[in-house]
């Protein structure tokens, strides 16, 4: 079985460098082969904030590939559909880190697409994923809104374009975040669970769980994540579809787990508080993009409105006439709509207010 290299504390550029070199990495670079470094950069959040990479992440990989002969270094990543990934990347510090090195940074959105035959039928995938001698997948382990909890195998969905995107939604998103994984089976994965929010992946309630991990099968170190996160395979049921589509294996056991230090206190991993399920049980989904579903998330925060409401969203209403409130243009057929595709959290919450008072 595959190892697992786990080390714990908060500064991430140190903790990388000691993963990479305790596993040894450099052997997994193909001779003269580049190296891809895919970040999780959905929104325009900070780290901090528990949404995304950390900085230091990058900066350990492109330190320890540099200091291994490794010429062709490159960060790649596309944001979810409706962020600009260039904001995100400024947002994140990520602009200082390849500034620094010297090392370009790809919008995935912008990129060539070549379809690759999948378990589900051909997927459009961007060409810098593919290419890559050595894809480096460096998510964070937090919650999702739609999925309960996403890492290795979801992160790799930001190498796909905008509208390929859209249509992991219309798919039911299990399914296609599976054969994605083992599509690209990316050999070398980096987890930052330094502190990711357990509850939604837009981040805003971070956890403090200082550590990050290393392996090399994504389905493996997703069934690990999903175990920390005290989450059900039938919670986070992609995991095991993309073992069955060949993407890896879910097994792991605590003699795989080699720890290069100890935790500074013996706490257990904080478990997710189920916020997002509360905020949205009169939420009808039906197949509603991240960004989308999101925004709503964050409306429903704000204002703790919409209790006593019927919400339609997603892709699957499109076209049907609905009695309460619709969110996007999808839902254009409900009593009332918030345009927009997605609409901001802003407008969403406007409608809430105005609906409660009104
Ligand atoms: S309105 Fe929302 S669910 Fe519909 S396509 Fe746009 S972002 Fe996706």
Redesign the pocket.
């Known amino acids: 079985m595959a190892k697992i290299y786990q080390i714990y504390g908060q500064d991430a550029h140190e903790m990388t460098l000691k993963l990479l070199a305790a596993a040894d990495v450099i052997r997994l670079v193909p001779p003269d082969g580049s190296v891809a470094l895919k970040p999780n950069l959905v929104i325009a959040g900070t780290p901090e904030s528990g949404a995304t990479t950390h900085a230091g992440v990058l900066g350990g990989c492109i330190e320890y590939f540099r200091d291994h002969g490794v010429s062709d270094i490159s960060v790649i990543e596309g944001s979810w559909?409706?962020d600009e990934t260039m904001r995100a990347m400024c947002r994140a510090g990520y602009d200082k880190v390849c500034q620094k090195y010297g090392v370009p940074f790809f919008d995935l959105k912008k990129d060539k697409v070549r379809p690759v035959k999948t378990a589900i039928g051909s997927i459009d995938i961007c060409e810098r994923a593919l290419n890559a001698g050595l894809l480096v997948d460096l998510p964070v382990l937090k919650g999702h809104c739609q999925t309960v909890m996403t890492c290795a195998l979801k992160n790799l969905k930001g190498c796909l374009p905008d509208r390929e995107k859209?249509r992991f939604?219309a798919l039911g998103l299990q399914k296609p975040i599976a054969a994605l994984g083992a599509a690209l089976k990316p050999r070398l994965i980096v987890v930052d669970s330094i502190c990711g929010d357990l509850d939604f992946e837009e981040g805003g309630t971070p956890v403090q769980t200082n550590r990050m991990y290393l392996g090399t099968d994504a389905v493996q170190l997703d069934a690990y994540g999903r175990s920390l996160m005290g989450l059900n395979p039938e919670e986070v049921p992609y995991i095991e579809l993309a073992e069955r589509f060949g993407g890896g294996s879910t097994r792991w056991s605590p003699e795989d787990i080699i720890e290069l230090n100890k935790p500074s206190d013996a706490a257990s991993y904080p478990k997710p508080h189920g916020t997002v399920a509360s905020l949205t049980r009169n939420v009808h989904e039906n197949q509603?993009?991240s960004?989308?579903f999101a925004a709503l998330v964050r409306a429903l925060h704000a204002t703790r409105c919409g209790q006593g409401e019927e919400i339609y969203?997603?892709?699957g209403w499109q076209g049907k006439q609905l009695e309460g409130l619709g969110i996007?243009?999808?839902c254009r057929g409900a009593a009332q709509c918030v345009m927009g595709?997605?609409p901001t959290a802003e407008a969403i919450a406007k409608v809430l207010e105005a609906r409660r008072w009104g």
Do not use: F, L, N
Request: glycine share 18%; with cysteine; net charge positive.
């Open positions: 559909v409706g859209r939604h509603a993009c960004a989308c969203i997603g892709q996007g243009k999808c595709c997605p």
